[in-house]
């Protein structure tokens, strides 16, 4: 009895049929049918019943119900092993969404990388659409990034939220103020990321309810080049916490009281973090108790924004 019948087996049940299980695995359908007589053979019963459906004999829905349980167990220890392969190089590749793959990212990198100093990861810079497109093409093994519009067959779990702050000047009437209103921003000119960044919407959903068309805007495709323009009083930014979290020379980070969204960052997977091997399943560790420690960091911002 060989293992590739037993899936075969399974495959057949699945989706109801020989043609299509033959379609699926890429088999010729006679192969399909020659592998499950003598599996039959090998185990001394019938396991379908002999008519127009496909319905299991009792020794099939035994049988079925068993070695789902071994091609369980055949999948782990699959993996298992995979997890020896340290001395051998391996690839990670990962989407990464701006600011964390600036600012984030290569702290993390430095120190899995000395532990791992066979493997390689590449980092493709997108925002969550594109990153949730990559993942299923494959081009992927996982992102970190905010929560894609259309998630499809993706899992998103959120893992950090930030916060929004306002970046204008040191030049700026505003510079002096601790914190401001989104009637205070009025008639100023924001500088926006592209419209297919989902906070984009969110800001300027809460914008239009506060002032209307009272304000004007620019596009920038580089988020983290915003604070240069910003810097020339060319217009303000309204941007996360963590993209500007360290003193940018000529700027000034202003947090905004009456502007409730807190941006999400995430990990993006196709398939459930236990298949991953452990070097991958550490990195992505790695990157969680990063995230755990950024919160605090706002948490201690917060507090202070608040007495101060």
Sequence with gaps: MELRSIKTFHTIVKFGSFYKAAEILNYSQPTISMRMKQLEQDLGVLLFERGKSLQLTKAGKLFYERTGDLLIQYEALKHNLSDLKEEEASIINIGVSE??????????LKDFLKDYPKITVNIKVDDANTCSQKLLDGTIDFAVCGEPELILENYYHPFFYDTLNVIISDQHPLAEKKAVHLSDLAEERFIFTPANCPIRLHIEQHLHRELGNRYKKMELTSSMSHEYY????????????????????????????????????????????????????????????????????????????ITG
């Design 99 to 108: 600011p964390t793959a600036s600012l984030i990212f290569p702290e993390i």
């Design 230 to 305: 910003v810097r020339e009083n060319i217009g303000i930014s309204i941007f996360t916490s963590t993209a500007h979290s360290k003193p940018f020379n000529g700027t000034k980070v202003i947090p905004i009281l009456n502007l409730d969204i807190t941006p999400p960052i995430g990990l993006l997977t196709n398939q459930k973090e236990d298949h991953f091997d452990r070097a991958t399943k550490d990195l992505i560790a790695r990157i969680t108790k990063r995230f755990q420690q950024r919160s605090k960091e706002l948490e201690g911002t917060s507090d202070k924004t």
